[in-house]
């Protein structure tokens, strides 16, 4: 068995301690958060949040197996649980997404509907659990992006829409060109990006926006929607979220479980909900509160993070510079590789990181960075928003 050691200056990529003779794997790669060198395995693991309460005195907070939520003064204590965060199989990782998301749903009820919560309290306690969650690879971009891969019974594929994300989707026409002719099928029509940033809405929650611009302007209105900037004349609402159907539809069906969807709720309570039925084809109607696009028409619709660049020097013919990237979600730090080093010299198998940061925001009003330690596996680290890598 391969001990586990933390290391309060860095992440660490190390083998699951019980796997540590197994094949690499996302399954088997455990990414381990920057904790004091005296924390063990199946400690309890504790954050402070500052300043996010508004009252002093709350009623019950949530807690169940994993996670549990405490209150000193206007700062929140956030407790990580050891029932599941130890176990690879299949079922205690269900377990531990299933505790996370009721967790959040629980979070948000305190900011949105009690206002006991700052504006925005749910997603700074999400990515700060995501940070000092020990975690698999494989379930990395769950908790830190909310991208669900859709393994698993009644599980749909899908990925949470959040602020400083960009929507993209790949467009499609079905032409014709005479009656008959095997030419008469779908072809591209070009890409259509979006980004996505957050508002202040009228009752102080945040809500997603899909075009910055509209949301300056008198906007006009729209007798339906046919993308995601038409939702400019509805009424905001706090969550959106792609779902992918597990088989599209071969005709033109507008069935919700045979197409992709963009759906946007006002809490994640109902978009949980709402997922689960339309994953089980059982949602007859959408519901009055609930926003639903059917994407016909594209035949790929995926969510993009911005991540940065830093390329040393290292002689007359190369200078050194920083760039800022945009890079589909599920892309690893062994894809970028192939493309930023490789593509320069083919000869090149490997080449030496300097140094791969991830943030670290134990401090929200001055985010820092640590380093991940990555050993060999570049090829199975999903990169995330604000990462930089150094090469």
């Not at 205690?92 to 997404?97: I, M, N, S």
């Not at 990395?140 to 992006?145: D, E, G, I, K, N």
Request: aromatic share 8%.
């Amino acid at each position: 068995m391969c001990a586990i050691v933390f290391n309060p200056n860095f992440y660490q990529v190390v083998p699951w301690p019980e796997d540590s003779k197994s094949q690499a794997t996302p399954e088997t790669l455990l990414l381990l958060p920057p904790l004091p060198t005296t924390t063990k395995v199946r400690d309890p693991i504790k954050m402070t949040i500052k300043n996010v309460f508004f009252s002093e005195k709350t009623g019950n907070l949530p807690s169940n197996d994993d996670f549990m939520l405490a209150q000193m003064a206007a700062n929140a204590v956030i407790t990580i649980k050891s029932a599941n965060v130890w176990g690879n199989g299949t079922d205690a990782r269900a377990r531990l997404r299933a505790n996370f998301a009721a967790f959040c749903t629980q979070i948000e009820h305190l900011e949105t509907e009690d206002a006991l919560l700052r504006p925005g309290a749910t997603r700074q306690f999400r990515r700060r659990i995501a940070e000092m969650l020990p975690t698999l690879l494989a379930d990395s971009l769950y908790f830190m992006q909310g991208v669900n891969a859709g393994f698993g019974s009644d599980s749909p594929a899908y990925i949470d829409l959040l602020p400083g994300m960009r929507l993209c989707l790949d467009m499609a026409v079905k032409q014709f060109v005479a009656p008959g002719s095997l030419f008469n099928e779908f072809v591209s029509a070009g890409q259509s990006y979006y980004d996505i940033s957050h508002i202040n809405c009228e009752n102080g929650a945040q809500c997603l926006t899909f075009n910055p611009l509209a949301n300056l302007l008198r906007f006009p209105t729209s007798p339906r929607i046919a993308s995601p900037v038409d939702l400019r004349t509805v009424q905001p609402r706090h969550h959106y979220r792609i779902i992918y159907p597990a088989q599209l539809s071969s005709e033109l069906s507008m069935e919700l479980d045979q197409n992709m969807l963009l759906v946007g709720t006002d809490n994640l309570e109902i978009m949980n909900r709402v997922t689960q039925e339309i994953a089980m084809g059982s949602m007859e109607e959408v519901p009055d509160q609930v926003i639903c696009i059917v994407l016909r028409g594209c035949v790929s619709v995926t969510a993009e993070f911005c991540m940065s660049i830093r390329h040393q020097g290292a002689g007359t013919y190369t200078s050194s510079y920083n760039l800022d990237v945009i890079q589909p979600l599920g892309v690893t730090l062994g894809h970028l590789l192939n493309y930023t080093i490789n593509s320069r010299n083919p000869y090149i198998l490997t080449q030496k990181i300097e140094k791969f940061e991830r943030l670290w925001t134990d401090n929200p009003t001055n985010p820092g960075y640590k380093s991940v330690k990555i050993a060999d596996y570049a090829d199975f680290i999903p990169l995330v928003t604000g990462d930089i890598v150094t090469i």
